[in-house]
């Protein structure tokens, strides 16, 4: 197979936060592929940085034990981690005072690209911005990465930008949204803008509602007082589901370049309308009945009398000439049937039955599947083969691209995509300081809303679909959620 891979220049990138979770788990094992399959060459280096007492060989240890912990099955060659962890050095550092930056300083080349990774918590975000900036450590040139949350609410984002801003400038600054690495997402562009067979019907003329399903499997376990503090709304809907709906739902942007795209969405936030009571459903889930483990929500959030939901499902209105009329339908939890994310699209039902006396003519459905399986599908009326008359019925016009492309290879990590954007300056999937603020501000009220009220999230059973108030709010408007996991 040709290589499509694309080098990047040398570069010096350091993490802090280095023997963190997110560090194991995503951004080095990340790295390591990327190196694996030649992208960056091994003049370039990766310079750990965290409170612990470790010296270089402890780090490069701790990070070959990382790679195969959570690397890709069968791609991690003892060889080619030998060959990785060279690439490695170690400095202690301490945001909170001056231990660890004129060293760090001391390990970083004049001549090649610099980032500043800062998988830490946010608090840390603004002492790490400023001693970056007083120990002239960031150059004009150099980047800084960092992972939500952006804020807990419109102000505290305002506050967090402004102090990233007394050091950096936008256009160094990469808020990592990991939806935006995810190889389907960046399908849905495609879908949109590279093809004229779905532009011209992607309005409220031809889109009776589209369905947003971000659904998990997993609980909060081992984070429930972070979680417990975040809830799914500013857990995953201010930001990754807001993404999706973005993408869903933006004009197209006259170019594929970072500030055209996020220029774009930002113009969806605005118009979206907030949300009333009314159109949304909250739960929490229940322990299983009859289990000997503690498994509920309240088990894990450090707090029993906990109001935080772990499930979110709302109706949402974009008001503008585009969709005025077609509502999107939301909807995340923890501890749902099936892991499984989607974008589902219906068409509004043909304008007129030709056959008559035949049911079965529905409307299209395009579900673009996010994760398993990731590929598209296009509900069909079709005829029922074989002998009986006029008979209809649906069939799916189905891809994975797993199947359609093998050449593909395994399917990336979002967190290898947006890495190397960082290294190449392409901020077009990362979200720009406005985007977020414009997230917040709609969300806000929203949470405000219910605050006040001390409305108490509905119970739902783990494995399955959610509260009860979620099918009722689809029902109410006639509509069906697709099941989680058929
Ligand atoms: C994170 C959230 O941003 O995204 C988690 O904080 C959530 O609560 C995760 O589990 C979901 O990501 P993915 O890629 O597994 O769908």
């Given at each position: 197979m040709v290589s499509r891979v694309i080098p990047v220049d040398p570069f010096d990138l350091v993490l802090f936060g280095a023997t963190g979770d997110l560090a194991r788990r995503k951004i080095l094992p990340s790295l390591f592929h990327r190196f694996q399959i030649a992208q960056f060459s091994p003049q370039s280096r990766i310079i750990g940085t965290s409170r612990s007492k470790l010296d270089k060989s402890g780090f490069q240890a701790f990070v070959a034990e990382a790679i195969r912990e959570f690397g890709q099955e069968g791609e991690t060659g003892e060889e080619d981690i030998a060959a990785f962890v060279q690439l490695l050095d170690y400095v202690p550092v301490d945001a909170k005072d001056d231990t660890g930056w004129l060293a760090l300083k001391s390990h970083l080349r004049a001549d090649v690209i610099r980032v500043f990774y800062l998988s830490v918590g946010p608090s840390l975000f603004p002492e790490i911005a400023s001693r970056l900036s007083s120990c002239n450590i960031a150059t004009p040139e150099s980047r800084i990465v960092l992972e939500k949350p952006f804020g807990h609410d419109l102000g505290s984002a305002q506050a967090l930008n402004g102090a990233l801003r007394d050091h950096f400038d936008e256009s160094q600054i990469y808020r990592i949204d990991h939806y935006l690495g995810k190889e389907t997402v960046q399908n849905l562009m495609a879908l949109r803008f590279a093809n004229s067979l779905f532009e011209p019907l992607w309005n409220s003329t031809h889109i009776d509602h589209v369905q947003i399903t971000v659904a998990?499997?997993?609980?909060?376990?081992?984070?429930g007082e972070y979680y417990d503090r975040s809830g799914a709304m500013r857990d995953m809907v201010q930001n990754h589901l807001m993404q999706l709906l973005c993408l869903t739902a933006m004009e197209p942007p006259s170019r594929f370049t970072s500030n055209a795209v996020r220029d774009e969405k930002v113009k969806v936030i605005e118009a979206l309308e907030t949300v009333a009571q009314g159109d949304l459903a909250r739960g929490q889930y229940r322990a299983t009945p009859g289990s000997a483990v503690a498994d509920s929500y309240l088990d894990h959030a450090g707090d029993p009398n906990s109001r935080t939901e772990s499930f979110i499902a709302m109706k949402v209105q974009v008001a503008n000439w585009r969709w005025a009329g077609t509502p999107f339908y939301l909807r995340t939890g923890k501890c749902l049937r099936a892991r499984e994310s989607e974008i589902a699209v219906y068409f509004r039902d043909p304008p007129h039955n030709i056959f008559e006396g035949a049911d079965g003519v529905h409307g299209n459905v395009l579900v673009i599947r996010l994760q398993p399986d990731e590929g598209i599908t296009l509900r069909t009326t079709i005829k029922d083969p074989g002998p009986g008359g006029m008979r209809l019925t649906g069939a799916n016009l189905d891809m994975t691209f797993a199947d359609s492309l093998p050449e593909a290879g395994r399917p990336q990590d979002a967190y290898e995509r947006l890495i190397m954007d960082v290294i190449r300056g392409n901020q077009t999937l990362f979200m720009r300081g406005d985007e977020v603020e414009a997230a917040w501000a709609w969300a806000d009220p929203i949470i405000d809303g219910w605050s006040q009220s001390g409305a108490a999230p509905q119970a739902y059973d783990r494995g399955g679909s959610g509260p009860e108030d979620s099918l009722l709010l689809m029902h109410r408007d006639n509509r069906r959620w697709r099941t989680i996991g058929a």
């Open positions: 998990e499997s997993i609980g909060v376990a081992g984070r």
